[in-house]
């Protein structure tokens, strides 16, 4: 899989963007690459993207843990390669179990979750696949998190989905690896084991 977009340069960059590569340097692992090589060709859009993801990632009301085993779980329905090898050193480094996260892998719901990634691993699956949360589900979420972590988890979840399809609709790679972490798997397979 080629990358369709070159990699932006810094010192290629008009100056008027260089003050927004400066934000994205000073907390992206992937420096301008990543999703940030795509956003940065709109860099009005890029900053606005990159605003709302500094919220997502680091002001957030929801945990890190949690935050990142979401971000995870929009990588594998999408088969977002670049995002699950970016997320999952995160994810393991905020507590997030090795076992959860290769069963999330291998496009299995984990039975080893505690009550917390319970609740948000169905949250996010039920709006991310039936794009609605069953009353029930809603009621339990806002009773555990609360009305502004359940709003945080689920722009959220609708970013990763965009962050996903940036990062897919231009072939981003994984940097300096051969072999990918996700089987790419048929969206309807996706759907059929992560809900059942």
């Known amino acids: 899989m080629k ?13 008027e963007v260089r003050p927004l590569a ?3 340097l000073k907390v992206s692992s992937a420096a301008l690459g990543g999703p940030y090589n795509a956003l940065l060709r709109s860099p009005e859009m890029a900053r606005r993207c990159f605003d709302l993801l500094d919220y997502l990632r680091f002001k957030t009301t929801v945990n890190k843990r949690l935050n990142e085993f ?3 779980i929009q990588a594998r329905i ?5 995002e699950w090898w970016a997320h ?3 994810a393991r480094k905020a507590g997030l179990s090795d076992q959860v996260m290769n069963d999330l892998r291998e496009c299995k719901r984990p039975p ?4 917390d990634e319970r609740l948000v691993y ?11 949360v069953p009353d029930a589900l809603w009621q339990e979420a806002v009773a555990k998190m609360g009305e502004q972590t359940v709003m945080d988890l689920t722009v959220l979840s609708g970013t990763y989905v965009m962050v996903s399809m940036l990062l897919n609709a231009t072939q981003v790679g ?8 996700l089987q790419v798997l048929d969206p309807i397979d996706i759907r059929q084991r992560l809900l059942a």
């Open 3 to 15: 990358e369709r977009l070159s990699q932006i340069s810094y010192d290629s960059l008009p100056l």
């Open 174 to 181: 994984i940097p300096g690896q051969g072999q990918l972490p």
């Open 122 to 132: 169905d949250y996010c699956i039920q709006l991310s696949l039936n794009h609605r």
């Open 112 to 115: 080893t979750m505690q009550d």
């Open 88 to 90: 999952e050193t995160i």
């Open 78 to 82: 999408s088969n977002a390669q670049y």
């Open 70 to 72: 979401a971000i995870l």
């Open 22 to 24: 400066d934000d994205i």
